[in-house]
């Protein structure tokens, strides 16, 4: 039916031009006109129902988008891990006291930001966050409520507070508690916090399991003790009782690595590998470019020839860059190309092939060794990548070390592998050029101030969105450094190796500048996970959710639908679902039809909701299925499915399609 030509008393309709109307914005423009509110905003009955249900998702393209600048998205979030061997036990010593803050924070026990001289509590839900009860967790779910057994939230919703500690008995009794206890399955982890893990050697382990495997910070370590015992606990046998031995083999067997690897990977993706039908021998290192991307970089070399350039193992594509890109990016990119999907145990492999302790690793005609021979400390690495990828800073560098050294002339040493041709020389260096991370720390701290002292108005920003890149880095410094690099005792589980570890990260995680540097640093990673939150690019990010059609018309389709606005698009496009859409600042004009040819034809106003619905009804849609924007996403919710259930339902509905077909078959 013909639009212009409307059974029931309208309103003359008007061209976009007449009233200036725009469906991008929900406020009045700069020439005073009135503008409709946008599809992706709320109408008066979504202000309404606000008021006792959980906030929609924010769908704008600002609040989702990596090009603008707005967006919570935008600037991102990276964790470097140093290479150390065994002492990278301690950079996720250090990782969990983090989280531990993290997840005070989230649980509104902790202040949202730090308390200012002479600050009163008179209102409280200003200065904490509404309690969450996981990392994963979003205001617009109802599954983000708390429940009464949260360990720090009571029956009554009441919150015990924490004060920010001071004194160093206060800083001593808070780190302690948070090696109290193992919680394996921890609700808080790190992934949902950063964009970016990157790291090498034993660094590149934890961020396989962190990021590709999406690991809390116990399972990771409890991990970490899988390869100590299987690795660094059984050494060649001359190799205890000869050093000469090491510069005519390595010192460890590299498939008690390999195997290692492969338990760690059945571990941390179990659900991965029974959802897929693929083993741990076989599973891609490559993952879901929408989630925590993860890098491990590792040292190529052909014909022994030694460089110092890095190799990035990615879980994710870094095309080639533009030819438009500016001369500063394109000549920088280190192996550009589709991310790598090499088994994850072999990414494992290259990055932690140390010269002395294993062999090295070939495969695609190249030859892998440690990646700490070029970049033991990747924080330049991934700061590199992210500039090159997005083209703007980050928002904040998390660097943590695996113990300072002192005397440390390793810069020296590293400028003469370019020239190393003798194997032995390069055994020889191992040692050195596993401790110049400190020298790349330095570096960071210019590269940091450089980046900071740029005008921000140059750019044509405003506020947040430019604001400082914010670098931590942390390092436990005193007996760490005397710590072997393989140094596992007793052999059968290291237990003594690991308590000194502790024993000297509990000692530096209690100076109260660097407790103070890691309130600062867990506080920043809160405030943007929650900003983030809000979006519905959050489920893609941190939720394994897929969706699907629950219209009957669709139930025998066994299409899913990967994100949440893919469903709401097929609502549109196959069901023509819509909700109200009215018109601001006007007193008489209440809503208008943005629907089909409406919309490019001139826009019909109506007086009311009731003349608005006829009109829909009559020319385009004889029943619409929604009325407001909250009831089409309580539509979306039933959609939604984890990826299991989702196999399971498709599975079912392929059953009985064939067992349809095959009774069809015999009718015939």
């Not at 990673?525 to 519905?536: E, I, Q, S």
Request: hydrophobic share 30%.
């Amino acid at each position: 039916m013909d639009p212009t030509s409307p059974s029931k008393p309208l309103l003359e309709p008007l061209s976009p031009d007449g009233l200036g109307l725009q469906h991008s914005s929900g406020a009045r423009g700069d020439d005073g006109a009135v503008t409709p509110i946008s599809r992706a905003t709320l109408s008066d009955q979504d202000i309404a129902d606000d008021l006792c249900f959980p906030p929609l998702p924010l769908c704008t393209k600002t609040a989702c988008s990596d090009s603008d600048l707005k967006s919570p998205w935008s600037r991102k979030i990276i964790l470097s891990l140093d290479g150390g061997g065994v002492r990278g036990y301690s950079s996720l010593l250090v990782l969990k006291r983090i989280m531990f803050l993290v997840e005070e924070i989230e649980l509104g026990a902790r202040r949202r930001c730090k308390k200012a001289s002479g600050e009163a509590d008179n209102d409280p839900s200003s200065l904490y966050y509404a309690p969450n009860e996981s990392s994963a967790a979003y205001p617009w779910s109802d599954s983000s409520v708390p429940s009464a057994d949260t360990s720090l939230c009571l029956s009554n919703g009441n919150v015990t507070h924490i004060e920010d500690e001071y004194s160093d008995d206060d800083i001593s009794a808070s780190v302690e508690k948070t090696f109290a206890s193992d919680k394996l399955v921890s609700a808080f982890k790190p992934h949902h916090y950063v964009d970016y893990i990157a790291g090498t050697s034993t660094g590149g382990l934890s961020a396989i399991m962190l990021g590709r495997m999406e690991m809390s910070i116990d399972e990771a370590l409890t991990q970490y003790d899988l390869v100590g015992n299987q690795v660094f606990g059984k050494p060649r046998f001359l190799h205890s009782h000869f050093a000469l031995t090491n510069y005519i083999k390595p010192k460890y067997h590299s498939r008690h690595m390999e195997k290692a690897m492969k338990a760690v990977t059945k571990f941390g993706l179990a659900k991965e590998l029974s959802l897929s039908k693929i083993t741990e021998d076989t599973v891609s290192f490559e993952s879901n470019e929408r989630r925590c991307r993860t890098i491990a970089v590792a040292h190529p070399s052909t014909n022994r020839a030694v460089t110092q350039t890095a190799y990035l193992f990615r879980s994710y594509d870094h095309l080639h860059p533009s030819p438009f890109s500016s001369q500063k990016r394109a000549p920088n990119h280190l192996n550009p190309g589709k991310a790598n999907r090499q088994p994850i145990w072999q990414v494992g492999r290259a990055t932690s092939a140390a010269p002395k302790y294993f062999s090295s690793i070939s495969f695609d005609k190249t030859t892998f060794r440690d990646g700490g021979m070029v970049a033991n400390n990747p924080s330049k690495v991934a700061l590199d990548e992210i500039d090159q990828l997005h083209e703007q800073k980050p928002r904040v560098l998390l660097s943590i070390g695996t113990g300072a050294v002192e005397d440390d002339d390793s810069e020296r040493q590293l400028t003469q592998v370019s020239y190393i041709k003798d194997w032995s020389h390069i055994i020889g260096l191992v040692s050195a050029l596993a401790t110049q991370s400190e020298n790349t720390h330095g570096q960071m701290l210019q590269e940091v101030g450089r980046i900071n002292r740029i005008d921000p108005n140059a750019a044509g920003s405003k506020g947040d969105q430019y604001s400082k890149l914010k670098y931590f880095r942390f390092n436990v410094d005193g007996g760490m450094k005397k710590i072997e690099l393989d140094e596992w005792d007793p052999r059968k589980d290291g237990v003594a190796t690991k308590a000194t570890m502790l024993k000297l990260t509990k000692q530096y995680l209690k100076r109260p500048g660097t407790h103070k540097t890691l309130l600062k640093c867990a506080r920043e990673l809160v405030r943007v996970r929650r900003l983030r939150a809000k979006t519905d690019r959050w489920e893609q990010f941190a939720c394994e959710f897929v969706y699907y059609c629950p219209e009957k018309i669709c139930r025998n389709v066994t299409r899913t639908f990967v994100t949440r606005e893919d469903l709401r698009r097929h609502a549109y496009d196959a069901h023509s679902f819509v909700w109200d859409v009215g018109v601001q600042n006007h007193s008489k004009l209440n809503y208008a039809c943005c629907w089909d040819d409406c919309e490019y034809s001139g826009v019909y106003v109506f007086l009311d909701r009731k003349e608005y619905l006829e009109h829909l009804k009559g020319h385009h849609i004889p029943e619409p299925p929604f009325a407001t924007r909250r009831q089409l996403e309580e539509w979306l919710n039933k959609g939604r499915r984890d990826q299991t259930e989702a196999l399971e339902i498709i599975e079912a509905s392929r059953r009985t399609r064939t067992g349809m077909a095959s009774l069809g078959g015999e009718a015939r």
